[in-house]
């Protein structure tokens, strides 16, 4: 044990200290970690746990759940992960991050218990489950980190577990086609329980591990569907239906899986509420548009003054299926505003991710395109994201190591009506996320 860590020890401190703690900085298997959650009581951090895996829309289909339980009267526990620029929006009680104190006293006692060596993930997500015992929760929802089988959140036995897309990605860990992934993923559902797929071309793996377990089976397409209109949308399931529904900030179909997890928790949902959640919810980093005020304090702090600002979206997707999303919403929105309408796209992605399966689905809509190197071991040089384009067509890619070079750059190009797109990792936008922190 480490002695001069304890509970007054800085916050970024234990971090570096969990950062090189274990031998492998991810490894899957959860004999070390639920032995010591077992002998920790954190097994049941609350009455109702809900779990949610899949390659897409993890997070936004957690906020969903989050923000309509909390509008039900209910205590509710996020844990999800990666952060963007803080640790501490890893876990969210009743929808607040909790001081840095918090943490480095649950960090502090789970070292001190602790009988096993334990990775980042294992040891923040055991952290986790001991905050949301402390704080009497009614609901605590789990954000699966990697797969599902072998991930450190799947410890605890979920109410409902939750599949929300299933596509290729961190083929190294779970396997190199969606037969394999899905597997993987399935290992969340727990024998008679709930489980709800939002994916509605299921592999075949997935079924037969529902099947197997004898799962409550809520599936797109079967058990629930939604239809999208120009102007609203409708969501029809077993038990319940919504018809002309206010379109979300979200994915329709993150927001359709939320609602299907809804329909198997023991809660009555108000149709006024729900259409209160749809109207306010969004997760940062996920098609996120910056407002007026933060595209000033970004300018401001680039020194590039405009009075014509381009529209300036973030988002965090960082393999094919997400791409894909990206790719039909800007086509959308050149749609709706105008034919001439140009959309700048700035992409950072890491080595290890698909990246001509990234760039492909935005080759129709993206006009204007440049790269931008991440930093760190897995970190892709913006020069290889340039090379790939080049192969596509694309001539004259400039290349950035610097965030803020790439956007005084792009936004001097980019006119008011134009849409300046800043994609391809978490850590793409948590360096804008940083830039626009620290201009406040």
């Known amino acids: 044990m480490n002695t001069t860590l304890n509970a007054e020890t800085p916050l970024s401190q234990w971090l570096s200290y969990l950062e090189r703690a274990h031998s492998k900085s991810i490894d899957l298997g959860l004999e070390r970690v639920a032995s010591v959650a077992k002998e920790l009581d954190l097994l049941k951090p609350a009455p109702c746990i809900i779990t949610v895996g899949g390659t897409n829309g993890k997070g936004t289909t957690c906020r969903m759940l989050e923000l309509v339980l909390l509008e039900m009267g209910l205590k509710v526990g996020v844990y999800s992960s990666p952060h963007l620029l803080h640790y501490q929006e890893r876990v969210r009680i009743n929808n607040a991050l909790l001081p840095e104190a918090l943490h480095t006293a649950s960090f502090d006692f789970i070292q001190r218990h602790k009988t096993q060596s ?28 990697l797969g599902g089988r072998l991930d450190a959140t799947n410890i605890v036995d979920s109410d409902v577990a939750v599949i929300t897309s299933v596509d290729i990605d961190h083929t190294s860990f779970l396997g190199a086609d969606r037969e394999s992934i899905a597997y993987e993923k399935a290992g969340i559902f727990r024998a008679h329980a709930p489980a709800v797929i939002g994916e509605a071309n299921i592999p075949q793996s997935m079924l037969q591990r529902a099947e197997n377990l004898a799962c409550q089976l809520s599936r797109r397409d079967k058990e629930w569907t939604l239809t999208e209109n120009a ?29 299907a997890t809804l329909e198997m928790l023991p809660f009555t949902l108000n149709e006024e509420l729900l259409r209160k959640v749809l109207g306010k919810v969004q997760l940062t980093g996920r098609y996120q548009t910056l407002t007026q005020e933060e595209k000033t304090q970004l300018v401001e702090k680039l020194q590039c003054h405009s009075e014509n600002l381009a529209k300036i979206i973030l988002d965090v997707g960082h393999n094919p299926h997400a791409a894909q999303y990206l790719a039909q919403k800007l086509a959308q929105e050149k749609a709706e505003k105008s034919p001439s309408r140009r959309i700048f796209a700035l992409c950072g992605v890491l080595k290890d991710k698909d990246l001509n399966g990234i760039l492909k689905p935005l080759l129709p809509v993206v006009d204007v395109w440049s790269s931008l190197t991440l930093q760190g071991e897995r970190g892709q040089e913006a020069t290889k994201i340039s090379q790939a384009l080049q192969t596509f067509g694309k001539e004259n890619v400039p290349s950035f190591d610097d ?9 001097a190009q980019a006119g008011k009506e134009d849409i300046f797109l800043i994609f391809g990792s978490f850590h793409t936008v948590a360096q804008v996320l940083e830039l626009l922190d620290s201009a406040k």
């Not at 965030?403 to 936004?411: G, R």
Request: proline content about 5%; some cysteine; hydrophobic content about 45%.
């Open 403 to 411: 965030i803020a070079q790439a956007l005084k750059e792009n936004l």
């Open 118 to 145: 334990l990775s980042y993930f294992e040891f923040s997500t055991l952290s986790a489950l001991h905050l949301f015992k402390q704080h009497a929760l009614d609901v605590v929802i789990l954000e699966v980190g």
């Open 231 to 259: 102007q609203d949308w409708h969501w029809q399931g077993v038990k319940s239906q919504y018809q002309h529904l206010p379109k979300p900030a979200i994915p329709l179909a993150n927001a359709g899986c939320a609602l």
